[in-house]
C-alpha cells in the first residue's frame, strides 16, 4: 500500500468520523462511498472496512459518555438481541447478494437517511423523575433543564423490529445503522433522544461485531486500510465533538442531506447501469 | 453496606466505559505501529502482527463487553438481564464460531 494511499485512506476516514460525530451518526455512510466510489475499492472491502471503524467509533463514544447516565445498558442488551441477530444474518447471506440490488440498498439508505437528517424528530418524551421507570426505563441528568428525568419504554416490539433491520443494514451495508433505530426509539418508543442516541451507539459495536468476524474471516478486512481508516475516523470524530460543542450548524446538515442525496443518485445509477 | 442496584449499575456503566476505553485505545496503538511498520519496512512478519493483534483487539473489544456486563448480571441476580446477555453472547459466538471454521485456523 503506498504512502499516498494511506494518507488518502486517514483523511477519508477523518473526514467521516468528523460528519459523523458533527452530526451525531456514525461516518460509515460517507466512509463506504468514499472508499468504494472515491478510491475505487471493492464494495466488500469497503464495507468491512467501514464496519471496524463502526465498532472503534462506538467504542470511544461509549467510553465517553459512561458515567453520565445517558447510556441505557439494559435497554440496550435486550435491543441487542435483535440487531445482533440482525447483523449476523447479514454476514451470512450478503455474500450471495449481486453488486446491482446491494447498490440499490445502499442508494435507497442514503436516500432515506438524507430525509431523516432533514426532518428527524426530536420529541422530548421526559417525566418527572420520581415516576416510575418499569424494567427497560431509565433516569438520566438533563442540562437544558437542569434537572433529572425520567423515561419509560413504549412499544418494545417496534424497537425490536427496528434493531433487527437496523442491524441487517449495518452488516449489509458498513454502517452502525444508528440513523434508523434512534428516531423510531425517540419518535414511538418513549425514549428521550440524547439516551436513544448514546444507547444505539453503545449497541452498534456489539452489531458489528456480529457481522464483521465473518468479513475478516473471507479476507475481506485488509488491515493497512482497516488500520488507516479506524486511526482517521477516531482523530475525525474527536475533532467533530469538538467543533460540535462550539457551532450549532443546522446548515451542515442540510449540507450533508444534499451530499447523501447525491451519493443516494450516483448508486442508483450503478444499480441501474 | 448495601448497594442499591442503581448503584450497581451505576457501577457497571463506569467499568464498561473503561474496559471500552482500554480496547480502543490498545487497538489503535497497535494499528498505529503496524501502520507505520509496514510503510517503513514492507510486507514484515512484525508490522502484520501488530494490525492483526490491533484488528482483533478492536473485533473483541464490544465482545469482552458484553461478557463482563454478564458477569455482573449474574453477580447481582439479575435473571432476566442474564438470559437477555446470554442470548447476545451467543449470537456473537456464532458469528465466532462461523468466522472460525471458514478461516481453517
Not at chain 1, 97 to 122: C, D, H, N, Q, W
Request: hydrophobic fraction near 60%; glycine fraction near 12%.
Amino acid at each position: 500500500m503506498s504512502l499516498l494511499l494511506v494518507a488518502g485512506v486517514v483523511a477519508a476516514g477523518a473526514v467521516a468520523g468528523g460528519l459523523g460525530s458533527l452530526l451525531g451518526i456514525g461516518g460509515g455512510v460517507f466512509l463506504v462511498p468514499f472508499l468504494n466510489a472515491g478510491l475505487g475499492m471493492d464494495f466488500e472491502i469497503a464495507r468491512a472496512v467501514s464496519l471496524m471503524t463502526v465498532i472503534a467509533t462506538s467504542s470511544a463514544v461509549s467510553a465517553g459518555a459512561a458515567g453520565r447516565n445517558t447510556i441505557n445498558l439494559r435497554l440496550g442488551m435486550v435491543l441487542e438481541i435483535a440487531s445482533a441477530a440482525g447483523g449476523l444474518a447479514a454476514g451470512i447471506t450478503v455474500e450471495r447478494m449481486s453488486k446491482g440490488p446491494l447498490y440499490l440498498t445502499f442508494a435507497l439508505v442514503t436516500a432515506l437517511i438524507a430525509v431523516l437528517m432533514v426532518t428527524r424528530l426530536e420529541k422530548r418524551n421526559v417525566l418527572s423523575a420520581d415516576v416510575d421507570t418499569g424494567l427497560l426505563g431509565g433516569r438520566f441528568y438533563e442540562a437544558e433543564s437542569d434537572r433529572e428525568v425520567a423515561y419509560r419504554v413504549k412499544r418494545l416490539p417496534l424497537g425490536l423490529a427496528a434493531s433487527a433491520i437496523a442491524g441487517a443494514v449495518s452488516g449489509t451495508l458498513g454502517i452502525g445503522g444508528g440513523i434508523i433505530k434512534v428516531p423510531i426509539l425517540n419518535a414511538w418508543c418513549g425514549v428521550p433522544l440524547r439516551p436513544a442516541a448514546a444507547t444505539s451507539a453503545l449497541m452498534i459495536g456489539v452489531t458489528a461485531a456480529a457481522s464483521v468476524p465473518l468479513f475478516y474471516a473471507r479476507g475481506q478486512v485488509d488491515p493497512p486500510t482497516a488500520a488507516a481508516a479506524v486511526l482517521g475516523v477516531l482523530a475525525g470524530s474527536r475533532a467533530g465533538l469538538w467543533f460540535g460543542g462550539r457551532a450549532r450548524a443546522k446548515w451542515l446538515k442540510a449540507l450533508m442531506a444534499l451530499v447523501l442525496a447525491a451519493v443516494s443518485l450516483m448508486y442508483f445509477k450503478k444499480a441501474l447501469w | 453496606m448495601v448497594t442499591t442496584r442503581a448503584d450497581a449499575l451505576d457501577q457497571l456503566e463506569l467499568t464498561l466505559g473503561r474496559l471500552l476505553h482500554a480496547g480502543v485505545i490498545t487497538s489503535a496503538l497497535c494499528l498505529a505501529a503496524g501502520l507505520v511498520l509496514s510503510m517503513a519496512l514492507g510486507r514484515s512478519a512484525v508490522a502484520s502482527g501488530a494490525l492483526t493483534m490491533g484488528l482483533v483487539i478492536l473485533m473483541a473489544t464490544p465482545i469482552m463487553r458484553v461478557v463482563v456486563s454478564l458477569v455482573v448480571y449474574v453477580r447481582m441476580r439479575d435473571w432476566f438481564f442474564v438470559w437477555t446477555t446470554v442470548m447476545v453472547f451467543v449470537l456473537l459466538s456464532v458469528t465466532i464460531f462461523l468466522a472460525w471454521t471458514k478461516a481453517g485456523i
